[in-house]
């Protein structure tokens, strides 16, 4: 029981160390990680893969259409 509480307190204080960032800042949120919406990666034509796999696979069923 004294370990669990022990881990408990511990990953609570990681939450907390994690979100110093969001609870100190005014209007703080943490920061877009996702490669969709990074104008970096934009600019150098990587997108998300998501997004790229729903591109291929409208190109493939429109080739499929035309070839019947």
């Not at 990666?41 to 796999?53: H, L, N, S, V, Y």
Request: hydrophobic share 45%.
């Amino acid at each position: 029981m004294k370990a669990f509480l022990t881990i408990l307190i511990l990953v609570g204080v990681a939450v907390a160390a994690l979100s110093v960032r969001i609870i100190i800042k005014k209007n703080g949120t943490f920061r877009q990680t996702d490669i969709g919406d990074s104008p970096e990666m934009k600019a150098r034509g990587i997108g998300c893969t998501m997004e790229q796999d729903q591109e291929a696979r409208k190109q493939r069923c429109a080739i499929d259409v035309k070839n019947l």
